[in-house]
């Protein structure tokens, strides 16, 4: 009677080469670049089979996106594509974290293992969802992170110093400030206070 081949078992865990580090099916990581002077990749881990390999699904820096890096996009943006491959898992180099864009604006401190993802992006087509999100300023801009916004008192819209003609020192040395709509002289509004009441939007949100 002929013997039935057996399927190659997957595993709950691997231990990166060279470290005590364990990851897990869920974890995402760190994968090993192509050039000396490239970024790490960064995928998700969905599987890790016994012998040696993982099966991945990659997230893009918005630069590796088809529509480039844009102004809105933050230092640490991810998007989930669904790309999906299969990787030796000896290329593991690390761990990080990529978090919801509502749980990265919360972070009083952002680590080199932090990122965030608000987009799944389609590879083939350059797609993104959702298509739509919220914009701020008189730009009409999505949120990006890493810049400082200033709250207007009235209308209580979010705005760059830079669109309203002050410099992010000015900005920071506001007590209030009305938009040039809202302000009855149709200028900005600018009080210097000792106390800063005016923060990035990071902490506001």
């Known amino acids: 009677m002929a013997k ?94 990529v978090h919801s864009f509502k749980e990265y604006v919360k972070l009083e401190n952002v680590g080199s293992e932090d990122f965030f993802c608000r987009f799944e992006y389609k590879a083939a087509t350059g797609a993104f969802t959702p298509d739509r999100v919220a914009v701020y300023c008189k730009c009409e801009m999505p949120y990006n992170p890493d810049d400082l916004m200033v709250q207007c008192d009235d209308c209580k819209d979010w705005f760059h110093p830079s669109c309203m003609g002050m410099s992010p020192g000015q900005a920071k040395k506001l007590d209030h400030f009305l938009c040039s709509d809202c302000s009855s002289d149709n200028d900005v509004a600018k009080r210097p206070n000792k106390e800063n009441k005016i923060e990035s939007k990071r902490r506001k949100r």
């Not at 470290?19 to 990749?41: E, F, H, I």
């Not at 881990?45 to 890096?69: D, Q, T």
């Open 4 to 97: 039935t081949k057996q399927g190659k078992k997957d595993l709950d865990s691997y231990t990166i080469k060279g470290t005590n580090k364990v990851v897990r099916v869920g974890d995402t990581v760190l994968m090993r670049p192509s050039g000396a002077d490239t970024l790490p990749y960064i995928a998700l881990i969905h599987s890790i089979s016994s012998s040696n390999k993982i099966h991945v699904r990659w997230y893009y820096r918005p630069e590796e996106s088809l529509g480039g890096r844009r102004q809105f996009h933050g230092a640490k943006e991810l998007f989930l594509s669904d790309h999906y491959d299969v990787q030796s898992a000896d290329s593991i180099e690390g761990v990080c974290v």
